[in-house]
């Protein structure tokens, strides 16, 4: 039976297959222990993701067009000039509709609005700081966004997820022994919370979606700052926390 367990277990962390981690929502009839795994990490990042969008209004339609394009050159020669990450850049396709603001209470057309967002990672603060610093941030090309990520995110996710199936175990191992009882086999195992089935629900479980836990870090000693008519943008480079929770359902049996 521990053998069988044991391989059971093993086959179940390597494949690491949707179907098996989904099947934690059901509790079954027999005793049994209902248990959570966690692995947490904390990095410091190392990609600076920067978003942009370019926008421009006009009765011309195609003057719009031209000026969105004629920037969009510019912020892809200001991305190349500072070595954003290779594969990182991406140009949405042009976006073109009505322009219409409302003066006394109705709507009145101003033109052809023509839009594009860029898309671009760097490798470091100071990377993105010169992009910004030649940028020229105006009411036609706006930082819509700038994220801190991490490079090695899927496989620290792996990781975790290992580990935490892992702890899963140890909790069984010393909760069965603590009230004399012994782990018969796993159960079921997902990364889903599963839905209780008890009388009393004890304590909070994660949602599923709480996969990152940005942290409160003190004051950051980098920043950046990106200024233009009315806009105040800045990105931390403070940790990411990373968070994977399993949770395990095994059998038990009185140990007699």
Not at 98 to 120: C, D, K, M, N, W
Not at 208 to 237: W, Y
Request: proline share 5%.
């Amino acid at each position: 039976m521990k053998l069988l367990s044991a391989l059971l277990w093993s086959s179940l962390l390597a494949a690491m297959a949707p179907s098996a981690w989904a099947q934690a929502n059901t509790i079954p009839s027999q005793p049994h222990l209902l248990v959570k795994g966690q692995g947490t990490r904390t990095v410091m990042p190392d990609r600076f993701g920067l978003q942009l969008n370019i926008e421009e209004t006009d009765m011309d339609a195609d003057a719009a067009r031209r000026r969105v394009q004629d920037n969009v050159a510019r912020v892809l020669a200001l991305f190349k000039q500072n070595k954003a990450v290779e594969g990182s850049v991406r140009a949405d396709n042009l976006r073109i509709g009505p322009a219409t603001r409302y003066e006394q209470s109705r709507q009145v057309f101003i033109g052809t609005r023509v839009s594009r967002q860029l898309r671009a990672s760097f490798a470091s603060v100071k990377a993105m700081q010169d992009v910004l610093g030649a940028l020229k941030a105006n009411e036609n090309v706006q930082v819509s966004s700038m994220a801190p990520t991490y490079s090695g995110e899927v496989a620290l996710r792996r990781e975790l997820k290992g580990e935490a199936a892992a702890s899963t175990r140890e909790s069984a191992q010393g909760l069965a022994k603590a009230y004399g009882t012994q782990v018969r086999g796993l159960y079921s195992i997902s990364d889903v919370a599963p839905s209780f089935a008890y009388g009393v629900q004890a304590g909070n479980w994660p949602r599923a979606d709480d996969m990152i836990t940005p942290p409160a870090p003190p004051a950051p000693q980098n920043s950046i700052e990106a200024t233009g008519s009315r806009l105040r943008e800045s990105v931390e480079a403070g940790p990411i926390t990373y968070t994977e929770n399993v949770y395990a359902i095994f059998l038990i049996s009185d140990g007699t």
